[in-house]
């Protein structure tokens, strides 16, 4: 929560109903999203586990 305070609206969170750092591709397309091309998406995400 402190960085979401620090960062405000620019905070996203993006959450993944499994346990571990497998591949997910709901997190894996946002992800990439953000870093290939600067988007965020409007609201936290939360994906369902693969």
Known sequence: M???EKLG???????VDAAGHGG???AW???TSYLVD???PKHDVACRAS
């Open 2 to 4: 402190l960085l979401r």
């Open 38 to 40: 600067g988007k965020t």
């Open 9 to 15: 609206d620019r905070a996203r969170l993006v959450s």
């Open 24 to 26: 997910n591709a709901c």
């Open 29 to 31: 397309n946002t992800t």
